[in-house]
């Protein structure tokens, strides 16, 4: 349903893109989101779209750096990460609920976000 890509190693500063691709179903009134799990550490928010208009909520921690966004056409969800840091280093996952629901329905598998100091 949800597969998350675009990981890998970068160097403080850096950027990366991740992607993540729906199916299966369709997102309307639905919201898509971003979490992250550092080793040792519960995984914990990122950031969020509702699928219909794009409105965007951020953890305190990537406000000004990371962007999410929506293709509706090709049904994707994508976040944006600049400026780097080591913090930031963990499992990034996708994952969707209706908008309605209290606990995500779907989630990625994962995948991996390495920030070098």
């Known amino acids: 349903q949800l597969q998350a890509s675009g990981g890998g190693s970068v160097q403080a500063g850096g950027s990366l893109r991740l992607s993540c691709a729906a199916s299966?179903?369709?997102?309307?009134?639905?919201?898509m989101s971003w979490f992250r799990q550092a080793p040792g550490k519960d995984r914990e928010f990122v950031a969020s779209t509702t699928w219909n208009l794009g409105t965007t909520n951020y953890a305190d921690f990537v406000k000004g750096r990371f962007t999410i966004t929506r293709d509706k056409a090709n049904v994707m969800v994508y976040l944006e990460m600049n400026s780097l840091k080591p913090e930031d280093t963990a499992v990034y996952y996708c994952a969707s609920k209706s908008s309605a629901a209290t606990t995500y329905s779907y989630w990625g598998q994962g995948t991996q976000v390495t920030v070098s100091s």
């Open positions: 299966g179903r369709t997102f309307t009134n639905w919201i």
